[in-house]
């Protein structure tokens, strides 16, 4: 559909997404670990005023079972504004959802309806011959079409990366690389727009990952610990910056929102020293990209009869930094601690001097920290996927990382629950805690607000 003016929910600047209305419903992947039933979006009532308010109020279901759905993201928003490659008159309506065991990825329209229906369904196969990869991952919304990146290859390990997709027929169009450089690992990706900088982390191929952390690769270095930076037109890769090899596992990155700055945050899961967990800043120095360690959060010691297998031998249970969110204006990036159950909030209106500003409790491998809503439940999981409004006042969390993952560090069960935090006192809402049937026996994982969050747009004015 073509519009005659830019959809309301593409804003030119970080500023007027801030001052755009709360959204009021959330959209949330859900995996069956089983793969017995199929994965599902569940869709969430988020208006406080409503008397549906943290029900699940939608639901579809996938036609296949077995993908385990992870970070999708819209086909359009805010970077269609962008200058150089404009495309304002199409809108923000489908939701593009990879599978990232099946390879296949899903395209959803939610205009006019609470639950998504389904219109197009890429097949794997042509994911693998058009671009030349396997498991989509993550999902950002180009101005000039849709990118996905990709851990692995088209019928072999790797090299994972990106592929692009046009943003109205939902084609594959082909591998976005054009000069890969040293670049073979992959996870997530995304850029300073309007100086034509991409950025890209690491975690590990296909089978690295897919059956749980593999303790050798993990004690011999082996997971990435790189970033990489493109050339965003030119499609080139320019530098490979290592933060160490002890430093495994770099994953969700969050640049800058002001598209003046060139600065941002990157997550390191653990360091193998001390099973610390870290976020580094990346920035210019001169004419070549740096990185810098701004924030330590170290292991917390525990008893071996409370761990699982997996950390016995370590005595201690790692923080595990599995996902990052930077607040739309900078000032608040918000760290999740899916081992030791905690959601960390930082003022870094000085990225360089992060301060800890807020700490929330839930779950933990051994803390299992109850929701003030249900007080005499023990949790699994923790706070795990990130998503922050535009506006920047309410942050919303998911307990479940990734199927195998979730059964090496909660063996007993990792459960199912989503959580709200207000900012402004940093406390739980507790009207807000979706959890246990309410998702079907699925468990959830990444959330989409309405109308765009603080990890779906990227704006071309300042």
């Not at 610990?225 to 990155?253: A, I």
């Not at 909660?410 to 629950?417: E, F, I, N, R």
């Amino acid at each position: 559909m073509t519009l005659w003016k830019p959809d309301p929910t593409f804003y030119p600047s970080p500023r007027d997404a801030a001052e755009a209305p709360p959204e009021k419903l959330a959209y949330v992947a859900a995996f069956d670990r089983s793969a017995q039933k199929p994965d599902a979006l569940a869709v969430l009532d988020t208006d406080p005023e409503s008397s549906s308010y943290g029900k699940v109020v939608g639901w579809t279901d996938l036609p296949y079972t077995g993908d385990e759905l992870h970070h999708f993201g819209w086909n359009a928003c805010s970077s269609a504004l962008c200058p150089y490659a404009p495309h304002p008159h199409v809108e923000r309506r489908y939701l593009i959802v990879p599978g990232l065991r099946s390879s296949r990825i899903y395209v959803y329209d939610t205009k006019d309806r609470v639950s998504p229906e389904l219109v197009k369904v890429i097949e794997a196969e042509e994911l693998g011959k058009r671009a030349g990869y396997s498991r989509p991952h993550t999902v950002h919304c180009g101005p000039e079409g849709l990118y996905v990146s990709a851990l692995g290859g088209y019928g072999e390990e790797g090299p994972g990366g990106i592929a692009l997709l046009d943003h109205t027929s939902f084609e594959v169009l082909g591998r976005w690389e054009v000069d890969r450089g040293s670049q073979y690992l992959a996870y997530d990706f995304w850029w300073h727009i309007n100086h034509d900088v991409l950025v890209s982390s690491e975690w590990g191929t296909p089978s690295m990952v897919e059956d749980g952390v593999v303790g050798e690769l993990l004690l011999g270095r082996k997971y990435g610990h790189r970033l990489h930076f493109w050339d965003l037109r030119k499609r080139k890769h320019v530098q490979e910056v290592d933060l160490g090899d002890q430093y495994q596992m770099t994953l969700e990155l969050r640049p800058a929102h002001d598209p003046t700055k060139k600065y941002g945050f990157v997550g390191v899961v653990t360091s193998v020293e001390d099973l610390s967990a870290s976020v580094w800043v990346w920035y210019e120095e001169g004419s070549r990209w740096a990185v810098k360690k701004v924030i330590d959060i170290p292991a917390e010691p525990a008893s071996a009869d409370d761990l699982p297998d997996v950390l016995k031998p370590f005595g201690a249970v790692p923080p595990l930094v599995t996902d990052i969110d930077l607040s739309v204006d900078d000032k608040h990036l918000y760290v999740s601690c899916w081992g030791t159950g905690e959601l960390k909030q930082y003022d870094v209106s000085d990225p360089f001097a992060p301060v800890e500003t807020g700490s929330i409790h839930l779950g933990g491998i051994v803390r299992r920290a109850a929701h003030p809503a249900a007080p005499s439940e023990r949790l699994a999981g923790g706070p795990q996927m990130v998503e922050v409004s535009r506006d920047g006042k309410r942050v919303y969390v998911t307990n479940s990382l990734y199927g195998s993952w979730d059964d090496q560090f909660y063996p007993d069960g990792v459960g199912a629950w989503m959580a709200k935090v207000d900012t402004a006192s940093f406390t739980l809402d507790e009207r807000f805690f979706p959890h246990g049937d309410d998702f079907r026996g699925l468990r959830p994982h990444q959330t989409r607000l309405q109308g765009g969050d603080a990890s779906s747009d990227s704006y071309c004015y300042p």
